[in-house]
């Protein structure tokens, strides 16, 4: 049975960033694609909880690859849960980086 999705503001916000950047830079044909496949792919975590990999010095949290975008999440087992934190492109300074 797959696991809830939940959404984070701070995911949220990124991928009305991506899309814009996206719409902006490239096409709006092409942000939307790539919009509908980030939420696409919180999806595959819904069904696969643990496909992600874990982060470093960030117990708990894990991240799947799109692009070159990542995707990060948390896993809840009691709630049943996927929660996806954030979209963040992989040229982003990591260090600035925060998932609250």
Known sequence: MDYQ???S??????LKEIVDYL????SADL???IGHELLDRTLDAARNPWIGTPVKKRPGCRKMIHYSYLLYYEVDETNHSVNILRAWHGARDPK?????
Request: charged residues 25%; proline residues 0%; glycine residues 0%.
């Open 31 to 33: 942000a939307k694609r």
């Open 9 to 14: 503001n701070l995911f949220l916000s990124d």
């Open 23 to 26: 719409t902006e830079q490239a």
């Open 96 to 100: 600035s980086l925060r998932m609250t």
């Open 5 to 7: 999705v939940v959404l």
